[in-house]
């Protein structure tokens, strides 16, 4: 990929929407693209997956059908793809290869997130790159302060032409095919105090003092290339920065849907595949007990239970996706809701996969098995962002009046 962002010079004239009927259309031609790679990728995952093979063909086909673009504006010739739309093709892709949709899961929600509060200059900067290829990741997990982000470890220094950055970053998934990434830092004035001090810049793949800190080899999504990255002395211009100071961490909180809708359909994907492949490992199956193993009571009971739980979380993410996608006046209340569906998918999710792994049986075990692959996958889903924790407090402290960002936060 060779897609830059350059800076926008002038304003061209604003293209025409597409009408409804094109689309519609547009849209059919996505999800089918998305359902027919999902299988491609289901077989490359079962070739590279215990390799740990970063899924960089993948991604290449992504962009290829267009998909990596879906978020580009309308007011810039774009699909301008809802947060609905995007959580359907991540759920899709999820069923083919975990990795490869918790990667592009990254770059859903920076490019969606970024069409909302960034300046015309910003939204043509990235999504004309977006336009034609670029790949947009963010590694926003620091060494010392985790994804506490309110209190980055992550630190920008002013200069006279800019900002100079030193940290470190964990869990850059996608940093191997990436060409662009959004990092966050914290500005080092004295009159900034945190979390009002958090600054986000947009970084050029493979600039002077980014590089490998230590490579991923996760026991789960083992090919989202998930590297830790060190940040040594690198510098970003002052328009690098995609907000006014004092604003990012309110960009964040405005934008924590994205991130907590299309990490469940990561794993809302996972789960649908792991009980399509326990159905078709029962039906036609027999053993020296029984002329068919769909005939005993408890793969019923399992299979009824899954079905039903896939479409609690099906309606529940639909739901939020649809109707709870902008924050109104009470911004912490709009966060601690997002946290519902995320916080019920990704635990829902993993009791599915553990259930069709019961009745896979003993052969799931065996390595290389597709079962394996996502049993091993849907283990990441609680410790994504919001983790469980977090998202229990943010909850938990809602409904009882407390303000879950207080400090201290434990009395």
């Given at each position: 990929m060779t897609a830059t962002m350059e800076r926008p010079e002038q304003a061209e004239a604003t293209p025409e929407p597409m009408s409804p009927e094109a689309r519609a259309a547009h849209w059919a031609k996505l999800t089918a693209s998305a359902a027919e790679l999902a299988a491609v990728f289901e077989q490359r995952s079962l070739e590279n997956y215990d390799k740990g093979e970063f899924v960089q063909r993948n991604i290449n086909d992504l962009v290829a059908a267009g998909i990596t673009a879906v978020n580009v504006p309308a007011d810039l010739g774009g699909f301008d793809a809802t947060?609905?739309?995007?959580?359907?093709?991540?759920?899709?892709?999820?069923?083919?290869?975990?990795?490869?949709?918790?990667?592009?899961?990254?770059?859903?929600?920076?490019?969606?997130?970024?069409?909302?509060?960034?300046?015309?200059?910003?939204?043509?900067?990235?999504?004309?790159?977006?336009?034609?290829?670029a790949f947009v990741i963010g590694p926003f997990t620091d060494e010392s302060s985790g994804s506490n982000w309110t209190v980055p470890s992550t630190v920008a220094q002013r200069v006279?032409?800019?900002?100079?950055?030193?940290?470190?970053?964990?869990?850059?998934?996608?940093?191997?095919?990436?060409?662009?990434?959004?990092?966050?830092?914290?500005?080092?004035?004295?009159?900034?105090r945190p979390p009002?001090?958090?600054?986000?810049?947009?970084?050029?793949?493979?600039?002077?003092?980014?590089?490998?800190?230590?490579?991923?080899?996760?026991?789960?999504?083992?090919?989202?290339?998930?590297?830790?990255?060190?940040?040594?002395s690198l510098h970003v211009d002052g328009d690098d920065m995609l907000f006014p100071e004092g604003l990012t961490p309110l960009f964040v909180m405005s934008r924590q849907q994205w991130g907590h809708y299309c990490f469940a359909a990561v794993f809302l994907g996972l789960a649908e595949r792991a009980y399509e492949i326990a159905i078709e490992r029962t039906k036609g199956r027999s053993?020296?007990?029984?002329?068919?193993?769909?005939?005993?009571?408890?793969?019923q009971?399992?299979?009824?239970?899954?079905?039903?739980?896939?479409?609690?979380?099906?309606?529940?993410?639909?739901r939020y996706a649809t109707e709870h996608v902008e924050p109104g006046e009470d911004l912490i209340a709009f966060v601690a809701e997002t946290c519902v569906p995320k916080y019920f998918v990704v635990n829902e999710a993993e009791h599915v996969v553990a259930t069709a792994f019961e009745v896979v049986g003993g052969s799931g075990i065996s390595g290389g098995t597709r079962i394996g692959q996502i049993w091993r996958d849907v283990k990441a889903g609680p410790l994504v962002p919001f983790t469980n924790d977090v998202a229990r407090e943010f909850i938990g402290k809602h409904e009882l009046g407390l303000n879950p960002i207080e400090t201290p936060r434990w009395l």
């Open positions: 947060l609905a739309e995007n959580v359907e093709l991540l759920r899709l892709i999820a069923k083919g290869c975990g990795s490869t949709a918790f990667t592009f899961a990254i770059h859903t929600i920076i490019t969606g997130s970024l069409r909302g509060e960034t300046s015309p200059e910003v939204k043509a900067r990235v999504f004309d790159a977006v336009k034609t290829g006279d032409d800019g900002f100079v950055l030193q940290g470190v970053k964990h869990f850059a998934t996608g940093y191997p095919g990436a060409t662009h990434l959004l990092i966050t830092a914290g500005l080092t004035d004295e009159h900034l009002f001090n958090l600054a986000a810049f947009l970084v050029e793949a493979g600039a002077p003092g980014l590089g490998v800190h230590r490579e991923w080899d996760g026991m789960a999504m083992p090919m989202t290339g998930s590297h830790s990255l060190a940040i040594d053993n020296t007990a029984v002329s068919s193993l769909a005939t005993l009571p408890g793969i009971f399992n299979i009824g239970r899954m079905r039903a739980s896939i479409a609690t979380m099906k309606a529940l993410l639909t």
